[in-house]
């Protein structure tokens, strides 16, 4: 298994980020996945998860309203797109998937949200 994170970074309070995680190894359309976080000094924590044909997903309360998980089966990718951002949201994000009694981890992409 392997989980590909891309498209974090700097950005203003209020600003968008859009990340992906490219997946392979795995028979992708039939896992759910999901999107992990962690501050400095937090416990890793969920964010949101998709199930595998994309048709149910879940948010965490601080982010319900602002963020969107989404998948495309055919690209082998799930997406997260973040919209008003807050500095409250800086983290390193992790893109999870849970296969065979064991949890799965890319290596992480960096958000930094400050003016």
């Known amino acids: 298994v392997q989980l590909v994170e891309s498209g974090g970074g700097l950005v203003q309070p209020g600003g968008s980020l859009r990340l992906s995680c490219a997946a392979s190894?795995?028979?992708?359309?039939?896992?759910?996945m999901s999107w992990y976080r962690q501050a400095p000094g937090k416990e890793r924590e969920l964010v949101a998860r998709?199930?595998?044909?994309?048709?149910?997903?879940n948010y965490a309360d601080s982010v319900k309203g602002r963020f969107t998980i989404s998948r495309d089966n055919a690209k082998r990718t799930v997406y997260l797109q973040m919209n008003s951002l807050k500095p409250e949201d800086t983290a390193v994000y992790y893109c999870?998937?849970?296969?065979?009694?064991?949890?799965?981890w890319g290596q992480g992409t960096q958000v930094t949200v400050s003016s």
């Open positions: 999870h998937v849970y296969r065979r009694l064991y949890n799965n």
């Open positions: 998709i199930t595998n044909t994309g048709s149910s997903t």
């Open positions: 190894g795995f028979t992708f359309s039939s896992y759910d």
